[in-house]
């Protein structure tokens, strides 16, 4: 989503149908192992679709799922999106929340860098 975003090439569109389709049939059969990666891309292709508080809502709750059932480095990676998106809106203040949140939790699974 993020090339077709910043390239503003439709054609990757397909894939990314594809895979929330994939997902969410994974979600049906594991909630609590794929629902925060279904929050993620859906706040992802709101992202793209310029829906600014979709998205916002959509990576707080990725965000809050990865955290709840354990998925530490999801969670970072749901922040550091939610960075990305926040820094290209011009809330450079939450941004670096974000960011600082997402370094602190790739810390805690216990990358050493990045």
Known sequence: IEIARTKREDKFLKL???SLNVIEEWVKHSS???QHK????RAEFAFFQQDIWKAAKLYELSIHHAGTHGFI???AL???R???FSSCIGNNITAREYLCRARELYLKWGAKRK
């Open 78 to 80: 749901a922040c550091e």
């Open 32 to 34: 609590w192992n794929f």
């Open 82 to 84: 939610a960075a990305i």
């Open 16 to 18: 990314v149908e594809g």
């Open 38 to 41: 279904l929050e993620l891309l």
């Open 73 to 75: 480095h999801e969670q």
